[in-house]
């Protein structure tokens, strides 16, 4: 695990990628047990070419011949277009129930071509060390990145909070293939009172793609305002580069709380963690079900906001900082007394 110190910004970026290892050194060990039944079960193997012959006569497959010149030759340059030329046979066919009937001939034929071969050991333990070692040298190289990607990122925020960082490699799945780590969780400041840590899913492919991200609020993560702001500015950074330095103004609907009203009249700031949308329909709807509320049109920067929805034509977003954020203006549109009467 290393730890690295961003000059001028006092913040700790952790790599980890313990659960990377763990993950690939079950998934190897996995190989290295199959491996070593396969080769016992070969022991027993008893090697049938008339059962294969008269089960591939028997569907009426027109090229038993070729597959008779193989077990006479044992050339094993031929097996694999033999069984290509089985299985394009089969596809061609178009008939599911021949699967029950090709299906043990493949596997003999593999089999047999495991033991022409010498039942030669793949996966030796001396071989799964190596191939983890390379793995994880790879996705240390990675994670790396992804440090130097955030380390950007942070120094290109106004205002840093000095929360932690913690770069997680992601796990390699079953269904995943063995594969060097791309993609991390990234967690960002301390536990809450519930032990939950504020964490993203970031994904390193041709692009940056961001997943998972939690809503303001949300106090199973969030305990405090800081920690919140750092944590959507680092998304929204990561996300454009340039947020903070060319932003942009856009002009969004909010529904309040009719008792708030007073609050919201000539405001020049709004509390943090409120919602926002591209949709005034969206707003009244949302203020006719969870009123009495009064729906506004709101004027404001969008580096004080985080995209929580990104629809064709409906966005939502929301406000984003310590306690309080600035607009340009925000104009009250419809009353919650109006609202009643729809």
């Known amino acids: 695990m290393k730890i690295y110190k961003i000059s001028q910004i006092q913040s700790d970026i952790i790599i980890d990628l313990s659960r990377y290892i763990e993950s690939i050194r079950q998934r190897i060990n996995d190989y290295i047990d199959f491996d070593y039944q396969e080769r016992e079960r070969l022991k027993q193997y008893q090697f049938q070419p008339d059962w294969i012959i008269k089960t591939l006569e028997s569907i009426q497959y027109p090229n038993t011949e070729e597959v008779r010149n193989f077990f006479m030759s044992k050339d094993l340059n031929k097996l ?3 069984l290509m030329n089985i299985f394009s046979w089969w596809k061609d066919k178009k008939d599911q129930k021949l699967w029950s009937v090709i299906s043990p001939v493949a596997r003999a034929l593999n089999d047999y071509d495991s033991v022409l071969q010498g039942n030669k050991i793949t996966w030796t333990e001396e071989y799964g060390e ?9 996705t240390q190289k990675n994670m790396d990145n992804i440090k130097k990607m955030i ?3 942070i120094s290109k925020i106004p205002q840093w909070n000095d929360s932690s960082v913690k770069i997680v490699a992601s796990e390699i799945y079953k269904e995943n293939d063995l594969d060097e780590g791309k993609h991390a969780i990234i967690e960002v400041g301390g536990k809450s009172s519930w032990g939950s840590v504020p964490n993203f899913t970031l994904f390193v492919d041709d692009k940056i793609e961001i997943d998972d991200v939690l809503e303001g609020g949300d106090d199973d993560f969030f305990t405090e305002s800081e920690g919140q702001a750092d944590y959507f500015n680092l998304i929204n950074v990561l996300r454009n580069p340039d947020a ?3 932003s942009k103004a856009l002009l969004l609907y ?5 008792q708030d009203r007073q609050q919201y009249l000539d405001a020049e700031t709004i509390p943090s963690n409120i919602f926002l949308t591209t949709s005034y329909d969206f707003a009244e709807g949302f203020a006719i079900e969870s009123g009495p509320r009064d729906v506004w049109k709101v004027k404001i920067l969008d580096k004080y906001l985080v995209k929580t929805m990104d629809a064709p034509n409906h966005k939502q977003y929301q406000t984003i900082g310590k306690d309080k954020v600035p607009v340009i203006s925000i104009t009250l549109i419809t009353g919650a007394e109006s609202l009643r009467t729809l």
């Open 80 to 82: 694999h277009d033999i």
């Open 130 to 138: 190596a191939r983890i070692k390379e793995l994880v040298s790879q």
């Open 151 to 153: 380390e950007n990122a």
């Open 244 to 246: 903070f330095m060319n």
């Open 254 to 258: 909010t529904a309040r709380p009719i």
